[in-house]
């Protein structure tokens, strides 16, 4: 999954476990393991004797990703007492909005924020590089720190609608690279 996260693949690229197995010095039975369970969260497909490759996606599908992430991360916050701190505030996004789905206390956000989370993953050092080149930050972290759930919430929302307004240069980015 790190390696997705950081960018290694594209979508629809085929992933070898053996190299991968080879590469961490590992039998090639838990990187197997790894993307099969990776294939159930519909981030890695397996095709029948082809072998693993990351999930094709659309800028389309990658739009609506988005939208349904910011829901449910916006309904996860709106579970929050305004002022209650959060027990871990990562600054990386990623992590952050992991952390608030989980101190919601509704599973069923937690595990649908954990599935879009990681259907997204692909795009996520495209994102930033986009962003940092337009010099957009979000500091939802410092909004949470200081008990701000209403102006993190802004924050979260301004965010998730500029990832649907750049999905097609987003996905671009990831397609190209």
């Given at each position: 999954?790190?390696?997705?996260?950081?960018?290694?693949?594209?979508?629809?690229?085929?992933?070898?476990?053996?190299?991968?197995?080879?590469?961490?010095?590992?039998?090639?039975?838990?990187?197997?393991?790894?993307?099969?369970?990776?294939?159930?969260?519909?981030?890695?497909?397996?095709?029948?004797?082809?072998?693993?490759?990351?999930?094709?996606?659309?800028?389309?599908?990658?739009?609506?990703?988005?939208?349904?992430?910011?829901?449910?991360?916006?309904?996860?916050?709106?579970?929050?007492?305004?002022?209650?701190?959060?027990?871990?505030?990562?600054?990386?996004?990623?992590?952050l909005f992991a952390a608030i789905?989980?101190?919601?206390?509704?599973?069923?956000?937690?595990?649908?924020?954990?599935?879009?989370?990681?259907?997204?993953?692909?795009?996520?050092?495209?994102?930033?590089?986009?962003?940092?080149?337009?010099?957009?930050?979000?500091?939802?972290?410092?909004?949470?720190?200081?008990?701000?759930?209403?102006?993190?919430?802004?924050?979260?929302?301004?965010?998730?609608?500029?990832?649907?307004?750049?999905?097609?240069?987003?996905?671009?980015?990831?397609?190209?690279?």
């Amino acid at each position: 999954m790190r390696r997705i996260e950081n960018g290694r693949y594209r979508a629809g690229e085929r992933i070898i476990p053996g190299m991968i197995a080879d590469e961490l010095g590992i039998s090639a039975i838990p990187v197997r393991e790894a993307l099969c369970t990776l294939v159930g969260r519909d981030i890695v497909e397996e095709r029948h004797n082809r072998g693993f490759f990351i999930a094709p996606m659309t800028s389309a599908t990658l739009h609506q990703l988005y939208a349904a992430h910011g829901l449910i991360v916006d309904l996860a916050l709106q579970r929050f007492v305004e002022g209650r701190p959060l027990a871990n505030r990562p600054r990386n996004h990623w992590p952050l909005f992991a952390a608030i789905a989980k101190q919601s206390g509704d599973a069923a956000l937690a595990g649908l924020q954990f599935y879009l989370s990681g259907r997204l993953a692909l795009f996520r050092k495209p994102a930033e590089s986009l962003f940092s080149a337009m010099g957009m930050t979000w500091n939802i972290a410092d909004m949470l720190r200081k008990g701000e759930v209403r102006q993190a919430r802004s924050l979260i929302t301004e965010y998730h609608e500029i990832c649907q307004i750049h999905s097609r240069e987003i996905w671009t980015i990831s397609s190209d690279r």
